[in-house]
């Protein structure tokens, strides 16, 4: 099996947050805390190094982890962070969080980790309703794939999947733990809901 330690993560605060506002969603506050640094919290226990993407505020992310911007492909939704990140990780698989799962779970990398038997696979979170596409694991090997696909003007995230292995890995234990925040009024109902132990 794939070791948890031997991958690197990327959380992906590099979007513009169109249904925020515009808001840097990765820097609203929850408990107390920006979004990205709780997900960083739950993610440094389980692999070798984290990294940000980030194309805006980077002075501040920089405070939390090594910030990675997008380098020809700003503002492209996911895949734009996933390229970002299959070129600058240290290893050679990458483990990609965006920023509003400020709930993943702790052994998200191990289980995801154990789920790929070759590079050309890519592991993706499965809550039992729906694939959580920007929770994936992927090899470097897919990056002239992407770079091809991005160049290609395509932006789509599932679209890009079609050409490869996708391995949905079941989290149905766990669907709480990917919590949607994708507008202020989720983000205040997480809020009030209170963090959990």
């Not at 840097?24 to 709780?38: E, F």
């Not at 897919?142 to 079609?162: A, E, F, I, M, V």
């Amino acid at each position: 099996m794939l070791d948890p330690k031997d991958i690197t993560a990327v959380i992906l605060a590099g979007g513009e947050g169109r249904r925020m506002q515009g808001a840097d969603k990765g820097l609203l506050p929850l408990w107390g805390k920006p979004l990205a640094q709780h997900v960083l919290e739950r993610l440094k226990p389980q692999v070798a190094a984290v990294l940000i993407n980030a194309n805006r505020n980077v002075p501040r992310y920089r405070q939390l982890a090594h910030v990675i911007q997008d380098e020809g492909y700003g503002f492209a939704g996911p895949l734009a962070g996933f390229e970002a990140g299959l070129v600058h990780a240290p290893s050679e698989w990458v483990l990609f969080v965006p920023c509003d799962s400020p709930l993943i779970p702790l052994d998200l990398a191990h289980r995801l980790c154990r789920a790929v038997q070759h590079h050309n696979q890519i592991a993706v979170v499965d809550d039992g309703r729906r694939i959580h596409a920007a929770t994936a694991l992927l090899h470097q090997s897919l990056l002239p794939s992407l770079c091809n696909y991005l160049d290609g003007g395509d932006r789509k995230l599932q679209l890009w999947y079609q050409q490869h292995e996708l391995v949905p890995v079941d989290f149905s234990d766990e669907t709480e733990a990917f919590f949607n925040l994708n507008t202020r009024e989720a983000l205040d109902q997480l809020e009030q809901k209170g963090q959990p132990l």
